[in-house]
């Protein structure tokens, strides 16, 4: 019988982690093949609370950016969605911002994004937004809970968070969640 000696033991223990980490990555990859794992899924409710305090810059040509203050003195509900111009979903999911723009005012923050980047992405095939602010740092969507883009957040009069959304929108999820939500507000 051999007694491990501390070299050998040391030489294990990089392949018993790489085994450990091979594990973990295959019984995640498994979970999100039936469906019992979420990597977008976030456990932090903001739904109910009010608009995180920030202070955001707009794009040059745009209206200015917006606050905080100017979402909660807002008299009309708005939807304020979080986008990047490299974002594959926020590309397919600009025809149907552009539908919902007309019923709903519609503001846009640009995440970890170039201001020239921002422009040419939102004016390409026509801007749904009435403002357009940059979060160029990102340190605004950490504040809001944000775990990728696209991502929405209904905010009512007074600054509430009424709904949120962590996937590109489409008019139906619009019809179905946001517009009732929306037209309840008195």
Not at 12 to 19: H, I, N, Q, S, Y
């Amino acid at each position: 019988m051999t007694i491990p000696t501390r070299r050998r033991l040391l030489m294990t223990l990089p392949v018993a982690g790489a085994g450990l980490a091979g594990f973990g990555c295959w019984k995640m990859l498994s979970s999100m093949q039936d469906g019992s794992f979420d990597p977008r899924a976030i456990h932090r409710e903001i739904t109910g609370t009010k608009v995180p305090k920030f202070s955001l810059p707009g794009l040059d040509g745009q209206k200015d950016g917006f606050d905080a203050e100017t979402l909660r003195k807002s008299a009309k509900p708005v939807l304020v969605n979080f986008f990047a111009s490299w974002c594959i979903p926020c590309v397919t999911e600009m025809a149907a911002l552009r539908s919902i723009a007309p019923q709903i005012p519609l503001w846009g923050i640009a995440y970890k994004d170039k201001p020239d980047d921002v422009r040419h992405f939102i004016t390409r095939d026509g801007s749904p937004y009435a403002r357009v602010a940059l979060d160029e740092d990102g340190m605004t969507a950490i504040n809001w809970g944000v775990s990728g883009v696209p991502e929405s957040f209904l905010i009512l009069p007074g600054g509430r968070i009424a709904w949120h959304g962590a996937s590109a929108l489409d008019e139906t999820l619009f019809r179905r969640e946001i517009l009732p939500l929306a037209t309840a507000t008195p």
